[in-house]
């Protein structure tokens, strides 16, 4: 049982670095005018590979957790985030409506 508790708690922890990091993406790419496969490739760079290197050092010696679980926690919900936080203030900063 305490394995288990461990695991979810670095998951979790992985899980809200990633919608921090997205958030963080997100804000920059709409404030510079980022557009296209570059703003995805922020979002990859910053959300995806920053924070699994990150937090490598919680779940290296974790013998329940692998790297595919760590990837997997909670991205969808930060590509999300990203994307709602890129198309606003991308629209709201840089549209001439």
């Known amino acids: 049982m305490a394995q288990i508790d461990e695991s979810e708690k670095i998951l979790d922890t992985v899980f809200w670095h990633r919608q921090i990091a997205a958030v963080v993406a997100g804000i920059l790419c709409g404030i510079a005018p980022i557009h296209g ?17 990150l937090d490598k050092g919680l779940y290296a010696n974790h013998i329940t957790i692998t790297s595919a679980d760590v990837l ?4 969808s919900n930060a590509l999300g985030v990203f994307l709602a936080l890129w198309v606003l203030l991308y629209t709201q900063l840089h549209s001439d409506l």
Do not use: P, S
């Not at 496969?37 to 290197?53: K, R």
């Not at 997997?72 to 991205?75: H, S």
């Open 72 to 75: 997997k926690e909670g991205l």
């Open 37 to 53: 496969v570059l703003g995805f490739l922020m979002f990859g760079l910053i959300a995806v590979l920053g924070v699994m290197q």
